[in-house]
């Protein structure tokens, strides 16, 4: 009888614990599945880049004219894009004088570019 109180003892305090809930679910989570040029590039494209005085017409920049899926196709797949996005060295930094896009971003961007910068 004796015997079986260490076994009830750790049967019970094995059996409770103490999860965090954030830690079980946390908040915004970084979903790259499904990523779609229309929903996600497109977007980020047009709020950061194709904007008045950067990368629209009539005289964009050497980076081109991404107000259209095939200007932004062209330097997604020579790897401009992604040099620039990422910060790389030989790049030019973009968006040119604003802050890195997050890290959640720029990992969209490298899933579309290596499924081929789809127009979908």
Not at 4 to 31: A, M, R, T
Not at 112 to 119: D, F, P, Y
Request: include cysteine; glycine fraction near 10%; aromatic fraction near 8%.
């Amino acid at each position: 009888m004796l015997a079986l109180i260490p076994l009830l003892i750790f049967g019970v305090s094995s059996g409770c614990y103490y999860d965090k809930q954030n830690e079980l679910y946390p908040e915004g989570q970084c979903d790259t599945t499904g990523i779609l040029f229309s929903k996600y590039i497109q977007p980020i494209i047009q709020s950061n880049c194709a904007i008045p005085n950067c990368h629209v017409s009539p005289n964009p920049p050497s980076g081109g004219d991404l107000s259209q899926y095939n200007g932004v196709k062209v330097i997604a797949l020579d790897g401009r894009l992604l040099g620039s996005i990422t910060h790389n060295a030989g790049y030019s930094p973009m968006p040119q004088s604003a802050a890195k896009l997050s890290d959640c971003t720029i990992g969209k961007f490298k899933i579309w570019v290596a499924a081929g910068a789809l127009n979908n």
